[in-house]
């Protein structure tokens, strides 16, 4: 299994330009999120999705928009980036099991400035 | 609403033990995690405990939970170099599966 893969590692874009971050996981999770990493602010949860079709905001979903159509890919758009998303993202997935332990499996992260 | 506050920095020893500690504010918190991330890497898992439970031992890593206090912390016997890394502290809650993280804590151990 390659578990949770993130593309690309590194991105530098415009204030103005759009892009979409990639996540896949080959684990048939069903639960798949995207947080960001901030200097001293840990990690924020951006927007989550408890399964195919379903998506939903976590705390800071401001200027990011994500669809689940399949299992297995879950990315994250930009519309019209801005300095302050900066940041280093993460994507993560596990089973969901409500009420259970979240193993939450991260993916390496994309690092991202916008200039 | 949900919190979870940790110490920012942690330096010791190479061979001493680590403490690092976290407090959460939500008493319905149903698992409480220690993730670690490494230089330019995701998080890993750890370990957890689950709230019915005062400690858990896992190798050269003790998980004590003081629930009436919120207070959760790691401890790390024989800190090796290998250890240096940030180490988050995260809850969920029961029938959730959303994790919320502490800032993290970076832990140096020196030679």
């Known amino acids: 299994n390659a578990g949770v893969t993130q593309t690309p590692k590194f991105q530098v874009l415009k204030t103005g330009q759009s892009m979409t971050l990639q996540c896949a996981q080959d684990m048939n999770h069903e639960y798949m999120s995207w947080y960001r990493q901030d200097p001293g602010m840990g990690l924020r949860l951006i927007h989550y999705s408890v399964g195919a079709g379903i998506t939903d905001q976590g705390e800071v979903p401001n200027g990011y928009n994500v669809s689940r159509s399949t299992t297995e890919d879950f990315p994250l758009r930009l519309l019209s980036a801005a300095p302050s998303q900066t940041s280093v993202y993460f994507c993560?997935?596990?089973?969901?099991?409500?009420?259970?332990?979240?193993?939450?499996?991260f993916g390496p992260g994309t690092r991202l400035l916008v200039l | 609403g949900e919190d979870v506050e940790q110490s920012l920095f942690l330096s010791v020893r190479e061979g001493d033990s680590s403490v690092i500690n976290c407090t959460y504010t939500?008493?319905?918190?149903?698992?409480l995690y220690w993730y670690k991330q490494e230089p330019g890497a995701g998080l890993q898992l750890l370990t957890y405990i689950f709230s019915n439970m005062d400690m858990k031992q896992d190798q050269r890593l003790t998980v004590l939970l003081n629930k009436k206090d919120k207070h959760l912390s790691l401890r790390i016997a024989d800190t090796q170099t290998g250890d240096s890394a940030i180490y988050f502290c995260a809850e969920s809650l029961s029938g959730y599966s959303t994790l919320t993280f502490g800032k993290g804590t970076m832990l140096l151990v020196s030679p």
């Open positions: 993560a997935s596990s089973t969901g099991d409500r009420g259970g332990v979240e193993t939450q499996y």
């Open positions: 939500d008493s319905s918190s149903t698992y």
